[in-house]
């Protein structure tokens, strides 16, 4: 029986890393509807090509009584939807230690596994986890002759998932990606926070007295909680050539601080987020798409720099090569972007200055 590597495996020698052939489509928004909800289900024919990713819900925001109308409803909706070439289709099945996992599986594989591009897994709490799920979905492709492999995304939700991550990334070649599951962390960690993602204003640090005056008027500045957790996720997932993405934010009428918080993520590296809510897809469209000015920027470097090596002066910075690779991974992500987004091809098209440099 194949597994997962036969999948991945260069077929020449001298071919890519294995790992490095994850599939890189776009996903800056990855989009949470309840399939047993008839008016949610009755949606996603229409959002299909505006948002990079549909993700039919299974877990916990289904009631244990609709956990079986829910795996039906998604089951019905990709029978009768073309997501065409631009929104892929994603589940979160339930947790593997409950009773609804197996058959969230077994159901969604034989059923409409050639239509299923991501699993989402919650709670993994190690590599063991990943490796379960990668040899039963070998087995369930095998049974129902789906040629293309369905990929694998885990949840960090747990401390010991976190402690685990590096070992949870590279558990298999089937893993697309990893998110940050805030909530239920926060809750594992015990942290003093009842927030779904974002920040919290007993996080900060203070400005020290001046002149020893310590009940004089001092500045405060809100920090961000999840900084190290990101940072550390974002790292595991570059070693091993898949992608972070950041998770929900839970207050959805705040579209100012879910922006903020989408950035920092954006700046440390993750890929895209969760949208629970249909005025986040806009929010998180903007942030994880380069602005114009940085794709010109990037332009700007990579023909300054020539060879790449050496160092060069451009409006009073210094660039290098270590420059050069920054603007190189802003490039790509305008080109992955554009090749979708006709909108996005327009603005990251070189001005004409830049096509006559």
Known sequence: ????????????????????????????????????????????????????VLLGNLEDAVKAENK???????????????????????????????PWALDDLTTLVTEIGDRLDVVMVPKVQGPEDIHYVDRLLAQLEAKAGVTRPILVHAILETARG?????????ASPRMQGVSL?????????????????????????RQDPKDGDIEGHRHTYQQDLWHYTIARMVDACAMHGIFPYYGPFGDIKDVVAC??????????????????????IAVAKKVFSPSAEDVAHARRVKEAMGDGTGAVMLDGKMEDDASLKQCLVILELADRLAANDPELAELYAPSAGEAGA
Not at 37 to 47: F, I, S, Y
Not at 76 to 98: K, M, P
């Open 181 to 205: 599951g805030p909530a239920d962390l926060a809750a594992d960690r015990r942290m003093k926070t009842t927030r779904v993602g974002g920040g919290h204003p007993g996080y900060l640090v």
């Open 68 to 98: 079986e109308a829910a795996r039906q409803g998604l089951v019905d909706i990709a029978r009768a939807t073309d997501f065409g070439e631009h929104t892929q289709l994603w589940t979160r099945v339930n947790a593997l230690d409950s």
């Open 162 to 170: 976190m402690a685990n991550v590096e070992e949870i990334a590279g």
């Open 259 to 280: 922006e903020d918080q989408f950035r920092n993520a954006f700046l440390l590296g993750c890929v895209g987020t969760w949208t629970l809510h249909p005025v986040q």
């Open 1 to 52: 029986m194949r597994s997962a590597k036969d999948f991945f495996t260069p077929l020449a020698v001298g071919a890519p890393d294995p790992i490095r052939e994850v599939p890189a489509r776009p996903s800056r928004m990855i989009h949470f509807f309840d399939p047993s909800n008839p008016k949610m289900a009755a949606k996603v024919p229409e959002m299909v090509g505006s948002v990079d």
